[in-house]
Structure formats: structure tokens, C-alpha cells
């Protein structure tokens, strides 16, 4: 087996080396150079490597000492001339734009120049062009700034127009300055799994129908942005997405969804996991929305302005691996099977609320201390009495007795 492998690698060696490359792909990688800062290459860095006027870039790249590295030529086309399937640059401090031309690679497969200084925006992909191979793009960070102005309106995005690669999966622009607008899913291929944009200044509200055409989506990361405004009702729907990360931004409430009142059955939510953490989401823990995803797993909503009572979940859905609300408003009683989870079955934070039934003999509140009575108070009238002069009797602090009535936010595991 092994003979077999190294047999066929080095056919696949032999037929990339002697192949010249496809002129137009050897103007893009031509391009893709000298969109970059001289300064910023380094030599011994792959890109230092690329010398056109001494070697053809495929046919050096597995043999001679130009063209080392920084590249592949996986694919030859019928004309017997091999084409650029890949480009990935090492992390090396390349400054300086990335070329438009790497949208001229029909074959490429892989673009991905993270950890790098490169600035700019993320150039459009033109809309003739066929880029049915490329399936990932890594451009995490750099220093890829926005906006991209679209031509037809006034508004400037995120993204351009990515629609034309067909089948993308994987967008991660994460750690960048990349700022505006993000818009409605028409500028994202349907095949789309996974998209990161965490760690940027993307700002407004997230359409309502943003991932109305990215229907595959299975993670989406848009924490540590300016978002605002409702998060959309559609999320919290979507039949693929398993991990949502929102935590970091502005956003004050959850839009509001008729899925909250059907039965849990009828949930065509998929998600895993949720972080709503550090925003500013005000009001109570909506129960439907809760109960709307019966496959949650982990649910962070840390810091946040939340009120109301920690939210009841039946016996029959997933059991909460973690649970972290700490940081909010929350008051009431703690649900009885919370306080029977042991440290170590789950990931529990209850700290720095209004719940003074929150002894110190519990992990879950260990940490931060409740917030002072008065604090709660005036931060929502409606904070119930009861609370309050259970506050003031140290006795009741230590029973379980008034929590019987809970029915669990998290069940053991
Ligand atoms: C955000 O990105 C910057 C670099 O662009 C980095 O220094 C910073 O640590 C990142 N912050 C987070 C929270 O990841």
C-alpha cells in the first residue's frame, strides 16, 4: 500500500513538473505579487521565491529553487497546461493589497493569505467569471479594511458580491478592520457552511432575511462587531446552523418569532450552541425561544441587561452542558434540578444577578457576588417583592425549599 501511494505520488510529481503553467494563470500569480509591498518580502519567505524571469512557476515548483513555495498546480487542462488550484501564503508580514487577478484562477480551490498585513478591501469577484472550484477562502488577520461601496445604491457592505463562487464553503475573515453594513444574503453562495467575520467593525442591524439565502450555514461567528438592533427571529429557525456567535456587539433584543408558540416538536431549529454574550439585550428570557431549540447544548448570555426568571426547559430536550447568565438582572427562584447539579456535570454561572437565593454553597454562584438589592431595583421596577424580603431574611437564603417549583434550565447530564 504504501509502494502503491508513493508510486502514484510520484506520477503526480512527474506529470506537475512538466507542465508549463497556463499563461493567464502565471499573470495572476505575476499580479498577486506585485500587489504586494516589495519591503514586506521577505527573502527566504515563498513569495521571494517567485522569480518569472527565471522559471516557469509550475514547472519550478516541485524542483528548482525558484517558485518553492506559496502555490500549487494540482489540475492540468486539456491543453496539457497546468493551472494554479491553490494559494496559500505563509505567514510571513506580506503588506500591501490583494490582486484582483486571484479571481482569474478558474481551477483554484484554496485562497488563503492569513496572518499576513494585507490592507485594503477584499476585491470584488467579477460577475462573468465561472470560480466553480473554489470552495475556500481564508483571509483572517490581516488588516483588510471595508467598505465596499456597491455601485448600484448608496449603501456600502461588508462583502462584495461573493455569489459568483458557486461553492464556497468556507469564508473566514475574522481579525480584520472590515467595516459597514452587512447585507442581504444575496451577495453569499448557497453553499456556504461556515463564515466568520468575527473581530471586525461591522455595524447596524443584521438584515432579517440574512441567511435566507445561505441555507446550508452551519456556523456563524459575528462576535467582537458593532452589530445593533434586533437579532433576527430567522437564526433561531434555521434548519443547518448548529453554532451562532453574536456575543460582543451592540444588539438590545431578540426579535420576536410565532415558532416561540408552537409546540417543540414543530422546532426546525438545529443550534448547539449560542452565545448572546456582552451585548445589551434587555428584558426577560423568552421561554418559547428557549424551547424553540430543543438541540441546545450551550446556551452564554453573559452580561447582558436581562430580567425576568431563569427560563424552564422540559425534561425532554438536550441538557445543557453550559449554561452562563452571569452578569444580568435576572431574580426569582433557582430551579431545583440546577441546584442538584454537581461541579464538573456542566458549565453553570449564575453570579452577579438579582438572585439571592444564590448561596455561596453552590458553584454556579461562586465568583461574583448578586448585585445589591437597590441596584436591582432601580434598574427594574417590576422586580418582584417576594425577592426582596427573602433578600432581607439570611434564613431563607440557605433552603431549597422555594425552589421546588423550577422546572430545569439545565438537567444533569
Ligand atoms: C482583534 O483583532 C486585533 C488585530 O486586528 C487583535 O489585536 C485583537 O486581539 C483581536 N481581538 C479579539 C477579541 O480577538
Given at each position: 500500500m504504501t509502494w502503491?501511494?508513493?508510486?502514484?505520488?510520484?506520477?503526480l510529481f512527474l506529470g506537475d513538473a512538466a507542465a508549463k503553467t497556463h499563461p493567464a494563470d502565471a499573470d495572476a500569480l505575476r499580479l498577486l505579487k506585485a500587489a504586494l509591498d516589495p519591503a514586506s518580502i521577505a527573502p527566504g519567505s515563498c513569495l521571494s521565491s517567485w522569480d518569472f524571469t527565471a522559471a516557469d512557476p509550475c514547472d519550478a515548483l516541485s524542483s528548482g529553487e525558484q517558485f518553492t513555495c506559496g502555490f500549487r498546480c494540482d489540475a492540468g487542462d486539456p491543453a496539457g497546461l497546468a493551472r494554479v488550484t491553490d494559494i496559500s501564503l505563509e505567514a510571513a508580514g506580506y503588506a500591501g493589497n490583494l490582486s484582483p487577478a486571484v479571481w482569474t484562477l478558474p481551477y483554484l480551490q484554496t485562497l488563503d493569505a492569513a496572518d499576513n498585513q494585507l490592507s485594503g478591501s477584499v476585491p470584488p469577484p467579477p460577475l462573468s467569471l465561472d470560480l466553480r472550484q473554489l470552495r475556500r477562502?481564508?483571509?483572517?488577520?490581516?488588516?483588510?479594511?471595508?467598505?465596499?461601496?456597491?455601485?448600484?445604491n448608496d449603501i456600502s457592505g461588508w462583502f462584495p458580491d461573493f455569489s459568483p463562487l458557486s461553492s464556497l464553503t468556507y469564508l473566514d475573515a475574522s481579525d480584520n478592520a472590515i467595516s459597514g453594513r452587512v447585507l442581504p444574503a444575496a451577495a453569499l453562495p448557497p453553499s456556504l457552511l461556515k463564515l466568520s467575520a468575527r473581530n471586525n467593525s461591522l455595524q447596524g442591524p443584521l438584515p432579517p432575511d440574512f441567511t435566507a439565502g445561505i441555507p446550508n450555514l452551519q456556523v456563524l461567528d459575528l462576535s467582537h462587531n458593532r452589530l445593533s438592533g434586533r437579532v433576527p427571529a430567522a437564526l433561531f429557525v434555521h434548519p443547518a446552523l448548529q453554532q451562532l456567535n453574536?456575543?460582543?456587539?451592540?444588539?438590545t433584543s431578540l426579535e420576536s418569532s410565532p415558532q416561540w408558540w408552537r409546540p417543540a416538536a414543530a422546532s426546525t431549529s438545529g443550534l448547539v450552541a449560542v452565545d448572546l454574550g456582552?451585548?445589551?439585550?434587555?428584558g426577560p428570557l423568552p421561554l418559547g425561544w428557549v424551547r424553540a431549540m430543543p438541540r441546545l447544548a450551550s446556551l452564554t448570555m453573559e452580561d447582558n441587561l436581562l430580567t425576568g426568571m431563569i427560563p424552564r426547559r422540559s425534561p425532554a430536550e438536550t441538557p445543557l452542558s453550559r449554561l452562563l447568565l452571569g452578569g444580568n438582572y435576572l431574580y426569582g427562584p433557582i430551579p431545583a434540578p440546577l441546584m442538584a447539579v454537581k461541579e464538573g456535570e456542566a458549565a453553570v454561572s449564575l453570579v452577579d444577578n438579582c438572585l439571592f437565593q444564590c448561596p455561596r454553597s453552590f458553584f454556579f454562584c461562586h465568583g461574583r457576588n448578586q448585585k445589591q438589592t437597590a441596584t436591582c431595583r432601580d434598574f427594574n421596577p417590576s422586580f418582584r417583592s417576594s425577592s426582596l424580603s427573602l433578600s432581607l431574611h439570611p434564613s431563607h437564603l440557605h433552603g431549597r425549599r422555594s425552589t421546588r417549583e423550577g422546572i430545569p434550565g439545565v438537567q444533569r447530564a
Open positions: 502503491l501511494l508513493t508510486a502514484v505520488a510520484v506520477v477562502i481564508a483571509l483572517s488577520r490581516n488588516a483588510f479594511s471595508g467598505e465596499i461601496p456597491l455601485q448600484m453574536l456575543a460582543f456587539n451592540r444588539f456582552h451585548n445589551r439585550l434587555r
